[in-house]
């Protein structure tokens, strides 16, 4: 990074706010350059400050996290990575990545300095990352002016639909996953990179505005089709034929190499394992490389892989690595994506 950070803290808490400041002052590359106890303050200091990032806790008083982040999102849009404990915010975490925030940290419930230290590279991390967000992208048509399906038959392509997402994944799916029919004819499985704790929840909602059934996945669940199973963070996802034939979900904290748990990596090398030829990768926006070998995996067993467009990605990362390394057969913005996606299966 070629350019120093301008960073808001808010925070309700004098002693957060302290902390915070400390951890991002670790990086060069990151300045701090004000501090707000509220939402209403937070308004202010934006169009005082104008700064790059902002971090943000939803629990306030006044004005709470999501009031401020809808309110800022009308007024001009900035790059949000919400610190939030879970056990607290959790819904509220959720709603604020549908209001525009572009990440979140998990904030531990134990405020002693040696616990609150231990995010300190994955803050300095994603508020790097969201500096690099575009936010003025035009956002893409409404669903329901999508068609879903060809105007003619064809034979399907794959068995299995595995999907890799990360940073701006929240988001996607909940434009991508509402649009596939209830007869989906094949079962689907993602990984989002997401901190533990929100999974299950953010699993139930998709599944409330869905026709295909979403679930986050639990040890042998058996993969049918029109269901999709959303790996539980803190564990990989992956696939186990049984003796009858069918195919089941297996969850496991190793490999324990892997820059993150679950990896899309992991899920693709076992879906082309398991349906050879017949999976569909898809890997939409995120940072990093993620689902880069996965996808070698899946094309050297002769499958098939989709990577979402730069235009539509929050951050063009996962999608690149796939793209530059030749991997992609399709790039597919995000507002076409579920079509790509009906044409092949």
């Not at 120093?4 to 002693?15: F, K, Q």
């Not at 190499?257 to 398991?274: E, G, K, N, Q, Y």
């Amino acid at each position: 990074m070629d350019r120093v950070v301008r960073v808001l803290i808010v925070d309700d808490s004098a002693y957060v706010r302290k902390v915070v400041r400390q951890m991002l002052s670790r990086s060069p590359f990151i300045e701090v350059v004000g501090t707000a106890r509220d939402g209403v303050e937070a308004l202010e200091m934006v169009e005082l400050l104008q700064p790059d990032v902002v971090t943000l806790d939803l629990i306030m008083p006044q004005m709470d996290g999501i009031t401020f982040l809808q309110q800022q999102m009308a007024r001009r849009p900035v790059p949000v990575v919400v610190v939030s404990i879970a056990s607290e915010s959790g819904d509220m975490a959720l709603r604020a990545l549908d209001a525009g925030a572009i990440d979140f940290v998990q904030k531990p419930t134990a405020l002693a300095t040696e616990k609150i230290f231990e995010i300190s590279d994955e803050l300095i991390s994603k508020v790097k990352t969201a500096a690099g967000v575009q936010m003025t992208r035009v956002p893409p048509p409404p669903a329901a002016a999508l068609p879903l399906a060809p105007s003619k038959p064809r034979i399907s392509q794959a068995d299995v639909l595995v999907i890799g997402i990360s940073t701006g994944g929240p988001q996607a799916l909940k434009l991508v996953i509402p649009q596939l029919p209830a007869d989906f004819p094949i079962p689907v499985a993602i990984v989002l990179h997401m901190p533990v704790g929100y999974t299950e929840m953010y699993a139930q909602k998709l599944d409330e505005i869905s026709r295909i059934e979403v679930h986050e996945a639990h040890e042998g669940d058996l993969l049918r089709p029109g269901a999709a199973l959303l790996a539980p963070a803190g564990r990989h996802l992956t696939f186990r034929r049984e003796a009858d034939g069918s195919v089941v979900a297996h969850l496991d904290a190793r490999p324990f190499d892997t820059p993150h748990r679950p990896a899309v990596d992991v899920l693709f090398r076992s879906a082309a394992d398991i349906f050879g030829a017949r999976v569909l990768g898809v890997v939409m926006t995120g940072m990093g490389a993620d689902g880069k070998e996965g996808a070698a995996w899946i094309k050297a067993q002769g499958g098939t892989i989709f990577t979402e467009a730069e235009e539509t990605c929050v951050v063009y990362g996962m999608p690149r690595s796939v793209d530059e390394a030749g991997l992609s057969d399709r790039s597919v913005p995000l507002y076409d994506m579920a079509r790509a996606i009906m044409e092949t299966v």
